[in-house]
């Protein structure tokens, strides 16, 4: 890195800033989907009434990273169980008639169809699910819901299903340049082994204490000429990078929500790194 302290720091703002501009009129891309049915949770709020819930499936809705059972139980007994998130759509509640024909609200879930598999076959994680469910929906509609609830037999959903619409995954743009602004990882720290696909990276906070306005990550792609073929997609709390053909592949849980709408891209041909810039939401 360069001598001087303050280089990095405005080195970074200055991309942040080169990338907003070119984005700041274009609007997130929407797309809508009807999720498949899956299963149907049927409870009761505070107000005695029943509210059913449909959890439902749709590629379109990425699905969490892999843990094991031992590995969730983990992050439930740590300080921080938000650690692991599930990524899911609540649908807008409708009214639809129970079997006694009588008016009932229903929520929709949507969420990917392999992490649905997984709750099937993991009480754990479908008890987890469930938690977070619950926690969702009286947070968006506010409403409160007890904690009692079965699962109807033989039941795929209650009523018919709504379309969703969800911002589509931001794929920043990455910038390409010649000029060597500094290695910030030396090529000698990625892991000798020619076959791994995960390359080395690292993220920095800006500024280093407190919370930070914006996260900087810096990845080692050796061996890369260019990022013509490379993928790379921001959520507010993960980062996804894939190079083909199938050279890299790193998925990154942030420790920040941040603005991917704003974020910025930049590979260094001649360093080989890629540094990805993404500003960090303000707390609510």
């Not at 892999?66 to 969730?72: P, T, V």
């Not at 891209?265 to 080989?272: E, I, L, V």
């Amino acid at each position: 890195m360069a001598e001087d302290p303050n280089f990095e720091e405005e080195f970074y703002r200055a991309l942040l800033l080169d990338e907003t501009n070119q984005l700041k009129d274009l609007n997130p891309e929407m797309q809508e989907f009807v999720p498949k049915p899956g299963y149907v949770i049927k409870l009761r709020n505070n107000k005695e009434e029943k509210v059913f819930i449909n959890v439902c499936t749709s590629d379109k809705i990425p699905s969490p990273r892999e843990i094991s059972d031992k590995e969730l139980m983990k992050i439930l007994e740590s300080v921080d169980a938000t650690q692991y998130r599930v990524p899911m759509s609540i649908g807008q509640a409708h009214v639809e008639l129970d079997n006694k024909r009588q008016g009932c609200t229903v929520y929709d879930v949507a969420i990917n169809p392999t992490f649905y598999s997984k709750l099937k076959n993991s009480e754990l994680f479908h008890s987890f699910f469930l938690t977070i469910v619950f926690e969702g929906l009286e947070s968006k509609y506010n409403i409160e819901l007890e904690r009692t609830w079965a699962v109807l037999k033989n039941k795929k959903c209650m009523g018919s299903l709504h379309p969703h619409c969800i911002r589509s995954k931001s794929k920043p743009v990455i910038m390409e340049m010649d000029d060597n602004q500094g290695e910030a990882i030396k090529e000698e720290d990625v892991n000798s082994d020619s076959k791994a696909s995960t390359p080395k990276y690292k993220i920095l906070r800006e500024p280093p204490q407190g919370r930070p306005e914006f996260l900087v990550i810096e990845i080692l792609l050796p061996g890369i000429k260019s990022t013509k073929d490379a993928t790379l997609d921001v959520g507010e709390d993960r980062v996804l990078l894939h190079v083909n053909p199938a050279k890299y592949h790193l998925d990154i849980n942030l420790p920040f929500e941040v603005d991917n709408d704003k974020c910025g891209a930049q590979f260094n041909r001649k360093t080989k790194v890629l540094t990805v810039t993404l500003p960090v939401l303000t707390e609510s």
